[in-house]
Nanobody, 124 residues
Framework: QVQLIESGGGLVQAGGSLTLSCLAS????????MGWFRQAPGKEREFVATISGSGANRGYGDSVKGRFTISRDNAKNTVYLQMNSLKPEDTAVYYC?????????????????WGQGTQVTVSS
């Protein structure tokens, strides 16, 4: 399994932007499709975005389409989540995840490796 470390969370006002980063261990980063999920207090962990190993294919949850962008830099073993037009309902712990397959996926069970999470808080 690959080890993942997220960074970039914090407190931001509604309408603002944040970029999350996730650094992965290992030499075969391009063999892993990556995903971002989030979990708010008392709620299920929710799919946010996914990107294929090459970066050519991406997918987004309905609640973030048009506002969030996932990208990756395989030379740096890093995946990013650019979050714009943030809303209070985006407040959650955001988790980076990796799957041992280059194809995108949107369900939690498709991802075997998870980071520790980073808190994003959006104030109104």
């Amino acid at each position: 399994q690959v080890q993942l470390i997220e960074s970039g969370g914090g407190l931001v006002q509604a309408g603002g932007s944040l970029t999350l980063s996730c650094l992965a261990s290992g030499r075969t980063f391009r063999d892993y499709a990556m995903g971002w999920f989030r979990q708010a207090p008392g709620k299920e962990r929710e799919f946010v975005a996914t990107i294929s190993g090459s970066g050519a294919n991406r997918g987004y949850g309905d609640s973030v389409k048009g506002r969030f962008t996932i990208s990756r830099d395989n030379a740096k073993n890093t995946v990013y989540l650019q979050m714009n037009s943030l809303k209070p309902e985006d407040t959650a712990v955001y988790y980076c995840a990796a799957r041992s397959n280059r194809l995108i996926a949107t369900v939690r069970t498709a991802f075997a490796s998870w980071g520790q999470g980073t808190q994003v808080t959006v104030s109104s």
